[in-house]
């Protein structure tokens, strides 16, 4: 049964701490993505990868960081550079080459404490 | 530069009766066009698309009209039902040298009211 697994689903970080969310996928998908959601701004992405060992920043990759080492995977470390990480982040995958649309993870609500 | 707009941040419609939710855009290389929808708290879901070479996608419930002359999409919900409440976001794609990287709207807070 393929799908994309975010995990953990809640998380707590304190002032000053660097957090890894962690992004799986078995759907054999090349592109992965990550965005974050916050109330009156929808999606915004933040990094994506469309071959392993490669990635691109997005709208708003200061802060953060992520790997690409297997094509099942690409975690997202939420850097203590964020200055306003509290927010719901969703991993996204897609194959390439044509208009098949994402699939998402559940995602992870993150607050800092 | 936002590229693809939902004006309207929420709706409230009755059930039984018709939801239109709006999208504009204003790049004219998008030629593939999405809605997701969202429940609080979970990933977004695929709902239903359309190519620009179509005006028009229905899929149950769900119907899609693109007006290309007009850079406007919408997505028509008939007829609504208490379960449909939930965000709902529109998004786009151009092919080629985009890779096919989808951006989103803001997104729209559709409320189906018993």
């Known amino acids: 049964d393929g799908g994309i697994t975010q995990s953990p689903k809640y998380l707590f970080r304190k002032e000053g701490q660097n957090v890894t969310l962690s992004c799986e996928q078995n759907l054999n998908h090349d592109a992965m993505y990550w965005y974050r959601q916050d109330p009156g701004q929808g999606l915004r992405l933040i990094y994506y990868s469309q071959i392993v060992n490669d990635f691109q920043k997005g709208d708003i990759a200061e802060g953060y960081s992520v790997s690409r080492e297997k094509k099942e995977s690409f975690p997202l470390t939420v850097t203590s550079a964020q200055k306003n990480p509290t927010a719901f982040y969703l991993c996204?995958?897609?194959?390439?080459?044509?208009?098949?649309?994402?699939?998402f993870g559940s995602g992870t609500r993150l607050t800092v404490v | 530069d936002q590229q693809v707009k939902q004006n309207s941040p929420s709706l409230s419609v009755q059930e039984g009766r018709i939801s239109i939710l709006n999208c504009d855009y204003t790049?004219?290389?998008?030629?593939?066009f999405l809605w997701y929808k969202k429940y609080p708290a979970e990933g977004p879901t695929f709902l239903i698309s359309?190519?620009?070479?179509?005006d028009k996608n229905e899929d149950g419930r769900f119907t899609v009209f693109l007006n290309k002359s007009a850079k406007h999409l919408s997505l028509h919900i008939v007829p609504s039902q208490p379960g449909d409440s939930a965000v709902y976001f529109c998004?786009?794609?151009?092919?080629?040298?985009?890779?096919?990287?989808?951006?989103f709207g803001k997104g729209t807070l559709l409320t189906v009211n018993p």
């Open positions: 996204a995958s897609s194959r390439l080459g044509g208009h098949y649309g994402y699939t």
């Open positions: 790049n004219s290389m998008f030629d593939y």
């Open positions: 998004a786009a794609s151009a092919g080629g040298g985009s890779n096919y990287k989808l951006t």
């Open positions: 359309i190519s620009s070479i179509k």
